[in-house]
């Protein structure tokens, strides 16, 4: 009987201690590169002249999808290329896989929209010309560092383009310029 006591104690303890261990595994997972999983409180404002010296970048390229026109592999694959082949483009540039090795990120979020009445999402190759695709590209560093050892994320540079009628990857590569172009001209004022 003692030992039933003992197994029943030992799974109640435990029971008790994994939601606070996920917790702290959740908190701990949260970095700069990804604002988007923290709350809009720990997010800093930076100033896009914190940018002027920064060579090394990470992309995040992700989806919000409708589900009624799910987004196929191939349109993904489009949008990443595009983003990573204008950010290669430029000279001064290096495009890193790992977000600790990057100076700043480049987040693009893309997702289908829905127009006014009967429009639906764009991300089709066969333009539709009454669908619309959104796309919000927030450039951030790392900004202060936080008691679970992560940073929180400092963002410097936001557009958003919510009704863009054009395809996803010409959307997203389009907004990615306009900050490249800001970007370059900061550079060259050194």
């Not at 290096?94 to 006014?116: E, H, K, W």
């Not at 560093?141 to 990857?169: D, Y």
């Amino acid at each position: 009987m003692r030992f039933f006591g003992a197994i029943a104690l030992s799974a109640l303890t435990l029971a008790l201690a994994l939601p606070a261990n996920s917790q702290t595994t959740t908190a701990s997972t949260r970095n700069w590169w990804a604002p988007g999983n923290t709350t809009r409180d720990t997010v800093e404002k930076g100033k896009f002249n914190e940018l002027q010296t920064k060579k090394k970048v990470y992309l995040n390229v992700s989806f919000s999808e409708s589900p009624q026109e799910p987004i196929s592999a191939n349109e993904r694959r489009a949008v990443e290329r595009a983003v990573k082949e204008s950010v290669s483009a430029q000279k001064n540039l290096q495009v890193v896989n790992v977000p600790d090795n990057a100076d700043f990120a480049i987040l693009v979020r893309t997702s289908t929209a829905s127009g006014q009445g009967e429009r639906g999402p764009n991300f089709s190759l066969n333009l539709d010309e009454d669908a619309e695709v959104a796309v919000d590209v927030t450039v951030v560093l790392p900004g202060t560092k936080q008691a679970n050892g992560s940073f929180a994320p400092r963002v410097v540079w936001e557009s958003s383009s919510p009704h863009a009628q054009v395809e996803a990857p010409a959307a997203a590569r389009f907004t990615v310029d306009g900050f490249l172009w800001e970007l370059k001209k900061l550079q060259d004022k050194k």
